[in-house]
């Protein structure tokens, strides 16, 4: 990538390389508004001395209004990560500030444009663009929208105590800890979760994700106690929830301001188990757990355009955190 300076009405950009300026005035400001519309985000951190590929969005006078660090992930084959995304993806942290957001985020996305058309496979649909934006902070939407990115990802949080809390599961249902014997079974479910989930572009079923998932879980069933719940009808499996409590969630920590930080991996039920009962007893469970673990969130991840999770999750006690823009690929950006 090269450096590259250009007018943008009143801002002006240019791209540095291996150089860390002085934003704590940016990070300052950018941390206030997060305040002001969700007291459940983290402090907004700074480009660091390391990072290689950092946008800087300046005033006329100078002044740093916004910066985009710029990361590039290419999975290798037989990556479990190619079950949840493509497999050249491109991502900008932006941190906006100034006395329009939309304008200054605006000038900020089209900068990364010109920088991806610079990328040879940006007509590759296993290629993507993605930005992380708070849910709350809906001064970006309208630049986001206008480049053709999409809300595609949500990082959903709780905090102790919210949400239904079913007495008991339904009448013939038990929910049990599972165990390395259950392992076909939950890998039979967890399968037609992906299934599903493929219609909202979350989930990419790829020739290796049943085995991927096989691996995943064995390695999980392997810690003692394994965090993971079947829901059984009749001897019959008919849902799971994954959870995992602060020691297995640290790289989820950074998300919210909250801590520690619990995390749910999935919870599902069979399609012919929905609206019964069943995911609210497997979830309740889940959580009485991580309540008694002092987790002080408990964060997860769906999908935008899922009919179904937004408002279970809702009635969990769970709102949006963080929502992830995506377009693919990476030469569709606007």
Do not use: K
Not at 86 to 97: E, K, S
Not at 197 to 212: A, K, N
Not at 321 to 326: A, K, N, V
């Amino acid at each position: 990538m090269t450096v590259t300076t250009r007018e943008v009405t009143t801002l002006w950009c240019e791209l540095a390389t291996g150089r860390a300026e002085n934003v704590d005035r940016l990070v300052e400001e950018v941390g206030r508004r997060w305040r002001e519309r969700d007291r459940l985000l983290p402090a907004p951190g700074r480009p660091r001395p390391e990072d290689e590929h950092v946008i800087y969005v300046r005033d006329t006078g100078g002044t740093v209004r916004a910066t985009g660090t710029m990361q590039r992930s290419v999975l290798e084959p037989g990556d479990s990560g190619l079950t949840w995304g493509v497999r050249d993806q491109h991502w900008l942290t932006p941190l906006v500030g100034g006395a329009d957001p939309a304008a200054t985020l605006d000038t900020l996305l089209s900068m990364w444009r010109e920088q991806l058309y610079m990328v040879p496979e940006r007509g590759d649909p296993e290629t993507a663009a993605a930005v992380t934006w708070p849910s709350r902070d809906v001064t970006g939407i309208s630049a986001l929208r206008r480049h053709g990115l999409q809300p595609y990802g949500v990082v959903a949080a709780r905090l102790p105590g919210r949400g239904e809390v079913p007495a008991a599961p339904p009448p013939g249902v038990r929910v049990r800890a599972a165990g390395v014997d259950d392992l076909p079974v939950l890998v039979e479910l967890l399968m037609e979760e992906h299934h599903y989930e493929q219609h909202f572009g979350g989930v990419l079923v790829r020739p290796q994700t049943e085995r991927q998932t096989h691996r995943v879980l064995e390695q999980s069933l392997s810690y003692q106690p394994a965090w993971v719940w079947l829901a059984e009808r009749d001897d019959r499996a008919v849902g799971l929830i994954w959870a995992s409590p602060p020691e297995r969630a640290r790289w989820a920590a950074p998300l919210a301001a909250a801590r520690p930080a619990g995390y749910i991996g999935y919870g599902m039920v069979t399609a012919d188990e929905r609206g019964r009962g069943t995911g609210a007893a497997l979830v309740a469970h889940a959580h009485r757990r991580l309540d008694a673990e002092g987790v002080g969130v408990t964060l997860l991840n769906y999908s935008q355009a899922n009919p179904l999770s937004g408002p279970f999750w809702s009635r969990m006690g769970y709102r949006p955190l963080w929502t992830t823009w995506e377009v693919r690929p990476v030469g569709a950006l606007r």
